[in-house]
């Protein structure tokens, strides 16, 4: 079909065998790219195997938008079996290795087997190298872009793991260009596990559309309408970073560890604070409305901060000065950690310490003691290798009842909105494909804005849609979400670019409803298959949010209602034709396309739903 290369490239680092298969029609009309290729190749390749094995797999996958002329389409998705969660991860990373792969004609790159000596990955054109990378190895990602650049040249895209990969810390990350960042659930240290430091990739061709001028036509048109949207001028001023504010105005600032959802120094993190310090802007490919906002740390470097990174380690950890937080998040970069799991780690960590439950002193807001203890991850020393292995292992580590506090769902960290008093978010984090991300559905803007005490059945018919349109049909095409959800842009231009790009008409509700729902209930089917003790539970968030009410602000107090949560989740289900397990049953499978699924799903699951 135009739009698509066409060609999956597949490299085995065991054996160094390289191979370009096509990629029929079908599995682009049926899953359309990024992450529904990627949930295909994972159900179909990678069963049953230990995340650190040489079985599992790591996908680089673009869809027919990516590096297209059009706003926002420098965007890959990263795939794997996740080490933190056992079950499907992805994450989705701005650079510009996803223009130049598809350049280079390949819509995705499957790299399996294992290195037997640290090695990193070039793809240019038609021509693959495995190439020797021991001087690489231990190399931060800043270090590790320079060298590559020195020896390459600047015109490649370079996706690489940093200290955090090597070392198998189960929350590393994948980062690109000195600050994108992708692949919260390990996917770092998947690479990592394969002895693969980098992957870089330089193309010269280009992609078979099907009306390059109408393309071309469309985004001149889209990038100068972005720049004339109401709010185009605040985002650049403040990015993400004006979520700050509107977090601790509405209690879900994540603050000690989710405890409280107000932080007393929010005024030191915020929006306003960054516009005092910030020294530029700094973005993905193809963007003209760059969210990096570029600081410098306390130590004087650059740092690029985000509301996420600035929530888990700035409040959540007791953190009150910007630029010792962007020190924390220059770090997390520089050791490719996943920074909001790395700011729960060390919230866990000082709650734990707090309650006396592990002999080391840990306090909140101690910076030396946290940049020790984020060393600690590194070198495996201390509590810093319990933490290194997630929440959910460090709580099983230390035991008591640090369960109810860990703050995770399926294993991946939460990220940073507290949700005592948000009933659809928090089921937004629990039905999330990938554990408790907010990339799915960002529902808590229209919760608050709506009745955020509400648990109406409503809620779950939003979160379904906003569900199908983020985490089914934009992680597909892999084209930012910011746009769409920040300025409004407008979800009609996606048809229009799709069918400049391919030639084919392109139904938006149909292709949320078909592919968006096909690709979540094939990725439900997989964590399923994958874990025998899978079971409605896994649905739900921390014991905290129900049992611990904030002690101040404005929901000072209240909880969430474990009861009607359930009820929530009820509708969820049946809204989504899962039976009341939290299972696709065979005949939602078979509406689906996915014949076959349901019997490989319950074949290889054990013993839970007979109960
Ligand atoms: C994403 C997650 C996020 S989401 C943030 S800040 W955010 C954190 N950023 C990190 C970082 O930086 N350094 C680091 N060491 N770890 C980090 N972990 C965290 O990772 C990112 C933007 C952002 S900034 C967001 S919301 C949007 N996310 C999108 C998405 O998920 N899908 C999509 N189609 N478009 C999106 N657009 C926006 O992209 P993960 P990026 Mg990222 C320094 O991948 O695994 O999903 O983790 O990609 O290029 O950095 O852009 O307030
Ligand atoms: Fe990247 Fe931000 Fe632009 Fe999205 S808005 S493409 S995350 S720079």
Known sequence: MKGYCGKLLRVNLSDGKVSKEDMSEDIQLGFLGGRGFAAKLLWDEVKRVDPFSEKNKVIFSTGPLTGQAIPN?????IASKSPLTGGYGDGNIGTMASLYLRRAGYDVLVVEGKSKEPCYLMVEDDKVSIIRGSALWGKNTFEAQDILEEKHGKNIGILLIGPGGEKLVRFANVISQKGRAGGRPGLGAVMGSKNLKAVIVKGSGTIPNYNDNKLKELAKKGYSEIKEKRNYDFW???GTMQAVDWCNENACLPTHNFREGVFEFYKELNGEMLERIKTGRKGCPMCNMQCGNI???SSNMASELD?????????NIGMKNLRETALLNRIADELGLDAISLGSCLGFAMEASEKGLIPEKIRWGDFQIIKDLIMDIIKGDGFGKIISQGVRAASETIGKDSFRWAMHVKGLEISAYNCHVS???ALSYSTCPVGAAHKDAWIIGWEISTDRFSYGKEKVEKLIELQRVRGGILECLTICRLPFVELDFGYHKIPEYMEAITGNRFDWEASCKEIGDRVYSLIRAYWIRENNQFNRKWDYPPDRWFEEPQSQG???GMTLSREKYDQ????YYELRSWDQKGMPTEETLINLGLRGVFQEMMSQHGCWWSD
């Open 307 to 315: 509301y996420e990174n600035v929530a888990m380690l700035g409040s």
């Open 423 to 425: 009933p659809a978010m």
């Open 568 to 571: 929530m989740l009820s509708w």
């Open 73 to 77: 389409s420098g965007k890959m998705v």
């Open 554 to 556: 404005k929901l000072k």
């Open 236 to 238: 650049i001023r403040q």
């Open 295 to 297: 600081v410098n740390d």
